[in-house]
């Protein structure tokens, strides 16, 4: 069964440095997205992007943030300088269609900054 | 604002001991009802999607049904495995394809 796929699983970064969070989506979906959780809080929307550009994005996606889709099969979220605060849980997702479609989660990556 | 909210928080069961868990949503135009099973470290599992008022699915010991201001998660005979966080989230009107979750509800069963 397809699924969605994220690397690393855990990344470890010291404060003020750039990571990049990968994600494979399922391969014939077209929406993707990205959400965090951060340690026992609910699950936060962050970005949704179609047709390669942002669709939506919240206002945690400040302009520290970006997305990209480098290729045919990537879904990339960039931190420029990450912050303590942005230690959490970041989910990918990816949707078939963005309307009233069930969105499929990957299994995070656990991002902690020093 | 659109917001969603779940109860309780947590949940102890016995094996084999039935209950329901309950999430209530305020949103302006609802496009779709999630449910989700996230285990410890893991991504959210998607369990059942509910479009309308009325609407009933079903998977193994698990049963989820809508109405206009809530859903309930109804787990029948619920065994050890069935222990996680169950999460509910909400699409809400069209322009936005945002999921707006719940905290979750966590469940342990004992056995």
């Known amino acids: 069964e397809p699924e969605v796929t994220q690397t690393p699983s855990h990344q470890v970064t010291q404060m003020g440095q750039e990571v990049i969070l990968r994600c494979v989506p399922i391969s014939n979906h077209l929406y993707f997205y990205w959400y965090r959780q951060i340690l026992g809080q609910k699950v936060e929307f962050l970005v949704s992007f179609y047709n390669n550009e942002i669709s939506e994005k919240s206002e945690i996606f400040d302009d520290q943030f970006s997305v990209e889709r480098p290729d045919g099969s990537n879904f990339t979220l960039k931190i420029r300088s990450t912050k303590l605060e942005d230690s959490a849980m970041y989910f990918c997702?990816?949707?078939?269609?963005?309307?009233?479609?069930?969105?499929?989660f990957g299994p995070g990556t656990r991002l902690t900054v020093l | 604002e659109d917001q969603v909210t779940q109860s309780p928080e947590a949940l102890r069961l016995q094996e084999g001991e039935s209950s329901s868990l309950n999430c209530s949503y305020t949103?302006?135009?609802?496009?779709?009802l999630f449910w989700y099973r996230q285990d410890p470290g893991k991504g959210p599992e998607f369990l059942f999607t509910l479009y309308s008022a009325g609407e009933e699915k079903e998977k193994e010991r698990l049963k989820a049904t809508l109405t206009k201001k809530e859903s309930f998660l109804h787990i029948t005979a619920p065994k050890p495995e069935d222990s996680a966080t169950y999460l509910c989230?909400?699409?809400?009107?069209?322009?936005?394809?945002?999921?707006?979750f719940g905290t979750g509800t966590r469940l342990k069963v004992l056995a």
């Open positions: 997702a990816s949707g078939r269609d963005g309307s009233t479609d069930t969105q499929y």
């Open positions: 989230a909400v699409q809400a009107p069209s322009g936005t394809y945002k999921y707006i």
């Open positions: 949103v302006s135009g609802l496009r779709g």
